[in-house]
């Protein structure tokens, strides 16, 4: 069981990226997810969550920016970055809480991570 993620790579200031981050394994079923980032010499910081049922929260610095969204049916969740920023730019993390898999274990699991670059 494991996130893997997708989508990443390198676009100009004002460009778009859609980062997709997938469930792979016997996954039963997915509580909260959310996306992460970190830059260079600083900590992770939290950009976009969303419920099981849909509710989300962002970051104030990517509100009206990005969107998060997902596919339960896919286990698959999705970020798409609008206008982006130089200080966009960072190594951004996807998390699941609560994985559930077909034998009744329960784990918190984090993506590998996807580099964002954004040139000004």
């Known amino acids: 069981v494991q996130l893997v993620e997708s989508g990443g790579g390198l676009v100009q200031a004002g460009g778009s990226l859609r980062l997709s981050c997938a469930g792979s394994g016997r996954i039963l079923r997915i509580g909260d997810m959310g996306w992460y980032r970190q830059a260079p010499g600083k900590q992770r910081e939290l950009v976009a969550i969303?419920?099981?049922?849909?509710?989300?929260n962002y970051a104030d610095s990517v509100k009206g920016r990005y969107t998060i969204s997902r596919d339960n049916a896919k286990r698959t969740m999705y970020l798409q970055m609008n206008s982006l920023k130089p200080e966009d730019a960072a190594v951004y993390y996807c998390?699941?809480?609560?994985?559930?898999?077909?034998?009744?274990?329960?784990?918190?699991?984090w993506g590998q991570g996807t580099q964002v670059t954004v040139s000004s």
């Open positions: 969303i419920t099981s049922g849909g509710r989300t």
């Open positions: 998390y699941a809480g609560d994985v559930v898999d077909t034998f009744g274990h329960k784990n918190d699991l």
